[in-house]
């Protein structure tokens, strides 16, 4: 556990935080005691050291998973069903602990980490009510020879490697439905932000200690060499499951390494939404749906929408009213009251959101509000909407990840279409239209895994989350998310 509490985390928190790794129901220091340092993005300072583990603690992880596994396995669906619900329980109660953390460690508003645990929390109970839940199949064959029967059970020992923009949601999107199926799991939080995975983890462990179920079904390695740890779990036959959400450059590297083993894969990879608005939209709404589907998490979200494209009959009133709200939006730490757009994870981001700035500025696009860095400490961007965007520039063609809203123009549908699908990505798209015949055409037509239709706002436990093309393979979350760790036995009789 973690002795003086930083600020922002309080004390009560800090004293119950683990900061090593959870290892076969134990926490201990790395193999070979080294730490790393985890930051605050609001101000740069040290929080906390935590344990940087090694190959060889990844691969004790994965014989305490593989050990673990055939207890599990065995125990019945509603017994996993309970512990899952004590964990949503727990992790409710404790929504404060949870928000600081997350808002220490990643930046967030208060209220928006706040949401995270809500929504994170809402994982580990719909998977509370799946895990009784997960049906085989029987039927006479066609010939009418034979029965066939087929069986479900978890895939085996699972790999989860979680991303820093929302450590307690996306661990709890993979943790609670490999559970829910029987799966026992490592997992590797990101680096930047290992501290609520590690908080969450704890509440597990607890559970499954007070009720005397096996120790090694979740098991956490943070570590700040992942590359290193990663490649030997991928290599070793005991690991049937890969979970990924992060880059689609990483996804390929993995998804090559995973090949070996032939694992089972889910990978939520980048985005580059887009944001169509079409002539006949309620422009108000538009407006305010583009801030929630911009601005949450400072635009660091994969579902953050990416390229405001928009008719040009509408788009000077659609720029004019997205930046008089950016204008309304408060920038600084994500614990200072009032707070509405918290800082960027690290210095290398705020960099690279200025390049992409400079780049669109340069080949003539119009910095309507924002387009710079506030007067202050920390890895700050100020709100930006940038209009007369060329559909080249990089601030439309690379996922931005930070809170720079480029407005595109386009003049029929057709064009907003193919536009909104020229990418590689295909992860979300949002569209407003008022026009019904347009709404299910759009939804027909666009290349993308999720679309909302008069909503910035997609995210939901109980749906399927997830990517077309290069923005991923499964879904999570939904019916879907537990299908990804269950494998099937089918049996002629
Ligand atoms: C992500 O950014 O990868 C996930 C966002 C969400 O689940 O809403």
């Known amino acids: 556990m973690a002795s003086a509490p930083a600020f922002p985390v309080p004390a009560t928190v800090a004293a119950h935080l683990p900061t090593g ?97 809500a929504y994170g929390a809402e994982y580990v109970r719909w998977y509370s009510e799946q895990a009784v839940r997960i049906n085989g199949m029987t039927r006479t064959a066609p010939s009418g020879a034979n029965r066939q029967l087929v069986l479900r059970r978890g895939v085996g020992p699972a790999l989860l490697i979680t991303p820093w923009n929302f450590p307690l949601a996306m661990a709890t999107r993979k943790i609670a439905p490999a559970l829910a199926a029987g799966c026992t799991v490592v997992i590797k939080p990101a680096g930047l932000t290992p501290l609520t995975t590690a908080y969450f983890a704890e509440v597990v462990r607890a559970e499954l200690a007070e009720r005397g179920l096996p120790p090694g079904v979740i098991n956490v390695v943070p570590t700040s060499s992942s590359g290193d740890l990663v490649g030997p779990l991928l290599a070793d036959p005991r690991l049937r499951k890969l979970s990924f959400t992060g880059s689609t450059e990483v ?33 108000p709404a538009a407006v305010q749906g583009a801030v929630v589907a911009k601005m949450r998490n400072a635009g660091q979200t994969c579902v953050a929408a990416n390229r405001f494209l928009v008719h040009r009959s509408v788009v000077e009133e659609f720029s004019a009213g997205l930046t008089a709200a950016f204008e309304k939006l408060v920038t600084g730490p994500g614990s200072a009251p009032g707070t509405t757009v918290g800082p960027l994870i690290e210095a290398g981001a705020v960099d690279r959101v200025e390049e992409v700035v400079a780049q669109a500025v340069d080949d003539g696009a119009t910095v309507t509000t ?43 549908e057709d064009e907003g279409m193919d536009l909104a699908n020229s990418t590689e990505f295909g992860l979300v798209a949002y569209a407003y239209t008022r026009d019904v015949g347009r709404a299910f055409r759009v939804a027909e037509r666009i290349e993308s895994g999720m679309l909302g239709l008069n909503r910035g706002m997609i995210s939901d436990a109980s749906a399927p989350f997830g990517g077309v093309k290069a923005s991923g393979l499964g879904r999570e979350g939904g019916e879907a998310g537990i299908e990804e760790y269950l494998e099937s036995t089918y049996v002629a009789l």
């Not at 619900?85 to 602990?97: I, K, L, N, P, Q």
């Open 21 to 117: 790794l959870l290892i076969g129901g134990e926490w201990r220091p790395s193999s070979s005691g080294a730490t790393f340092p985890v930051h605050d993005p609001a101000t740069g300072t040290d929080l906390f050291d935590v344990a940087d583990a090694t190959p060889q603690d990844g691969l004790a992880a994965l014989t305490a998973a593989h050990e673990a596994l055939p207890a599990w396995r065995a125990v019945a669906p509603r017994d996993r069903a309970e512990l899952l619900r004590a964990v949503f329980e727990t992790v409710t109660t404790r929504t404060e602990d949870f928000a600081a953390l997350i808002t220490a460690e990643g930046g967030k508003p208060l209220a928006e980490s706040r949401a995270e645990v």
């Open 370 to 412: 924002g387009g710079g860095r506030p007067a202050r400490r920390g890895h700050f961007y100020s709100p930006t909407v940038l209009t007369g965007v060329s559909p080249d520039a990089r601030a439309v063609r690379e996922e931005l990840f930070g809170p720079v809203a480029p407005v595109v123009t386009f003049d029929t």
């Open 251 to 283: 996804g390929r590297v993995l998804l090559a390494g995973a090949a070996q083993g032939i694992l089972r894969t889910s990978m939520e990879l980048g985005g580059n939404a887009p944001f169509l608005v079409f002539e006949d939209a309620d422009i």
